[in-house]
């Protein structure tokens, strides 16, 4: 491993070894919201020893070389890693949202005897994530992705110079990052209620799809938040600063 793993934050380590997603995932520590946390603190705070962390970090790695390794999106152009989010983690997350109301609406009418209180606890959590992403979505459709679209096109020299409505690109970008955390702390609610998204042992396999599509919904939303404010954002207010100078 290298050096950023104990003195970098846990941004810098995803965008070096994005193979370690899946074990950052299983463990607990926050890529994505909380990326700019350092490594060594992240790992503690979730409760393990740093040493043992590094060692499982690099039994992934060195299985990951031999094998198919995700792509490094940090190598990509910043309108490759947009589009992408746009395809790939908009789209999820917009079919996805409506999949999970109709099934805990589902729930919540078959088990609302013997399950009601923690449905209900669910039910307010989970509104609140859709509210929040469906008008983050759209912003960020409207808004932010069009001038960081228009900012790089102008660098590649496909079109002229952006004019940003908001006056920086940072200004909407620090707005979709408090967006996020506001995300992250409902998906961290929402894995306390379920108890990590297992269901109860008397309940249906509705039930049980419910709390799988939450859990798929989590896995997206750190995927999707960890590439814009540990890649696409960052790499924007680079791109804006330099066609400043």
């Known amino acids: 491993m ?3 793993c104990t003195e970098g934050t846990v941004a810098d380590v995803v965008v070096q070894y994005p193979e370690l997603r899946p074990l950052l995932e299983r463990l607990g520590i926050d890529y994505c919201c909380g990326g700019k946390v350092p490594f060594a603190e992240a790992a503690a705070k979730a409760g393990h020893k740093l040493e043992d962390v590094l060692l499982e970090c690099s039994r992934i790695r ?9 792509r490094d999106w940090s190598k990509a152009t910043v309108t490759e890693l947009a589009q992408h989010i746009l395809d790939t983690h908009h789209v999820f997350t917009k079919a ?3 999949r999970v109301n109709d099934l805990l609406s589902r729930i919540q009418r078959a088990h609302g005897e013997s399950h009601g209180a923690e449905l209900t606890k669910i039910r307010q959590v989970f509104d609140l994530l859709r509210d929040e992403l469906d008008s983050h979505l759209e912003k960020e459709e409207q808004i932010l992705f069009p001038a960081i679209l228009a900012i790089d096109g102008f660098i590649a020299g496909r079109n002229g ?3 940003i409505h ?3 690109i940072a200004y909407p970008i620090q707005q ?6 506001n995300a992250g702390d409902c998906l961290k609610q929402l894995r306390i209620l379920t108890n990590d998204y297992q269901a109860p042992p008397d309940t249906c396999p509705t039930y049980v799809a419910t709390f799988e599509a939450l859990a798929e919904l989590e896995a997206d939303l750190h995927e999707h938040i960890h590439l814009e404010n540990n890649i696409l954002f960052p790499a924007s207010i680079r791109q804006e600063e330099e066609i400043a100078q």
């Open 2 to 4: 290298k050096k950023t």
């Open 62 to 70: 060195s299985e990951a070389t031999a094998g198919k390794i995700n």
């Open 96 to 98: 996805q949202l409506p």
């Open 161 to 163: 110079r952006p004019a």
């Open 166 to 168: 908001c006056g920086k």
């Open 176 to 181: 979709m990052e408090h967006e996020h955390d």
